[in-house]
């Protein structure tokens, strides 16, 4: 999976835009990179936006213990963080945004980019 960090100043976010397949080395190093970006600049809130992800590897059970893996990359539970997904990955998604919350990540997934960016900046 690649990505494309934009830093949204006045707004104090960033966005992340991905393609390609996503799969649990790719998703980390994301992350990593994102947690990075966001230490740099102190900004908490992120937009990431898959929606021209390709595909999804890996089975849905590989993400129970995906919090584990973000906190030891360093990602913070202050931070939010909105996922723009297409439909068709709406079951893969929502067990990791479950799993998050269960874990107390400020997480939310969605289908358009306008909710998202509301739920993100409020």
């Not at 890996?58 to 919090?67: F, L, Q, T």
């Not at 997904?85 to 893969?92: D, S």
Request: glycine share 4%.
């Amino acid at each position: 999976m690649e990505w494309e960090i934009r830093i949204h100043n006045e707004e104090n976010y960033i966005e992340v835009i991905t393609k390609g397949v996503a799969d649990k080395d790719s998703s980390l190093n994301m992350a990593k990179t994102i947690k990075e970006t966001m230490q740099q600049h102190r900004i908490t809130k992120a937009l990431i936006d898959h929606r021209n992800i390709e595909g999804v590897s890996g089975e849905i059970i590989e993400i129970y213990d995906r919090p584990k893996l973000l906190r030891i990359i360093g990602l913070i539970l202050g931070v939010k963080i909105a996922e723009i997904i297409k439909p068709v990955h709406m079951k893969h998604f929502s067990f990791f945004e479950t799993v998050c919350i269960n874990q107390g990540f400020r997480i939310s997934i969605f289908q358009e980019n306008l909710p998202a960016l509301e739920w993100l900046l409020k």
